[in-house]
C-alpha cells in the first residue's frame, strides 16, 4: 500500500524541548517537503529535498532542521529556537520539480504547553 | 517568492449549486495547480493546468488560466456536501523546483 506517513498524528511538547516530526514515504519519490500550516495563512515551505542528502530552506526554516539520510525518510526537528511552534505540519512528496503533483502525508499537529 | 491568493476566502452554496472560486499570482509560470484539504487532513491533488493551455476539465471540476490576467478559476459543478473542503491553489517558484501555496477557500456545501 504505497503512500507518505507522518508520525504521531498529535505532539505535544514542553516550552525549551526539541522534537521530531517523522515523514515516511514508499512512492519511491525523489523529493520531500515540510510544510507548516497555520489558520489562515496557507501553507509555508520550511525545508525540501530534492535527492537524498542535500536539503534546501524554505520561507521559515529559522528553529528547524531536517535530514535526508534515507530516501524515504525526511524527518523534521523543531528546536527550542522555534518561537512559537504550535501549528499543523505537514509533509509531501513528489518526483521533484514543479510539474509534478505533491503527494501529501495526514499531518502531525504539534501543540506546545 | 510568488504566491497564488484565492479570492474569496470562504464560501456556503447549497447542495446541487456551482463554487467558483479564485486564484490571482504575481509573476510568470509554468503551470498552476489546485488542491483540496478536507479538515484536519493533508492535501489532494485535484488538478495542473499549465501556462499554454486556457482551460482544463477533470469530472466535475473546471479550471481555467489566463495568463495575460495572471489569474486562475476553480468552478466545482453540480456541488456534493462531500466537497465540503479548502482549496488551495499553487504555483511553480520558477526555477526553484517548488510550490508556492495560496491561503485557500473555504467552501462548505449545505446538503
Known amino acids: 500500500d504505497g503512500g507518505i506517513t507522518q508520525s504521531p498524528k498529535y505532539l505535544f511538547r514542553k516550552e525549551g524541548q526539541n522534537v521530531t516530526l517523522s515523514c515516511e514515504q514508499n512512492l519511491n519519490h525523489d523529493a520531500m517537503y515540510w510544510y507548516r500550516q497555520d489558520p489562515g495563512q496557507g501553507l509555508r515551505l520550511i525545508y525540501y529535498s530534492q535527492i537524498v542528502n542535500d536539503f534546501q530552506k524554505g520561507d521559515i526554516a529559522e528553529g528547524y532542521s531536517v535530514s535526508r539520510e534515507k530516501k524515504e525518510s525526511f524527518p523534521l526537528t523543531v528546536t527550542s529556537a522555534q518561537k512559537n511552534p504550535t501549528a499543523f505540519y505537514l509533509c509531501a512528496s513528489s518526483w521533484g520539480g514543479t510539474y509534478n503533483e505533491q503527494f501529501f502525508g495526514p499531518g502531525t499537529r504539534l501543540t506546545v504547553l | 517568492s510568488q504566491q497564488g491568493e484565492e479570492d474569496p476566502q470562504a464560501l456556503s452554496i447549497q447542495e446541487g449549486e456551482n463554487a467558483t472560486m479564485n486564484c490571482s499570482y504575481k509573476?510568470?509560470?509554468?503551470?498552476l495547480q489546485w488542491y483540496r484539504q478536507n479538515s484536519g487532513r493533508g492535501l489532494v491533488h485535484l488538478i495542473l493546468?499549465?501556462?499554454?493551455?486556457r482551460e482544463k476539465h477533470s469530472g466535475r471540476l473546471r479550471v481555467t488560466l489566463d495568463t495575460s490576467k495572471k489569474s486562475s478559476s476553480l468552478l466545482i459543478t453540480a456541488s456534493r456536501a462531500a466537497d465540503t473542503a479548502s482549496y488551495f491553489c499553487?504555483?511553480?517558484?520558477?526555477?526553484?523546483?517548488?510550490?508556492?501555496f495560496g491561503k485557500g477557500n473555504q467552501v462548505v456545501v449545505i446538503p
Open positions: 493546468i499549465r501556462s499554454n493551455e
Open positions: 509573476t510568470s509560470i509554468n503551470n
Open positions: 499553487a504555483t511553480d517558484d520558477y526555477g526553484n523546483n517548488r510550490l508556492a
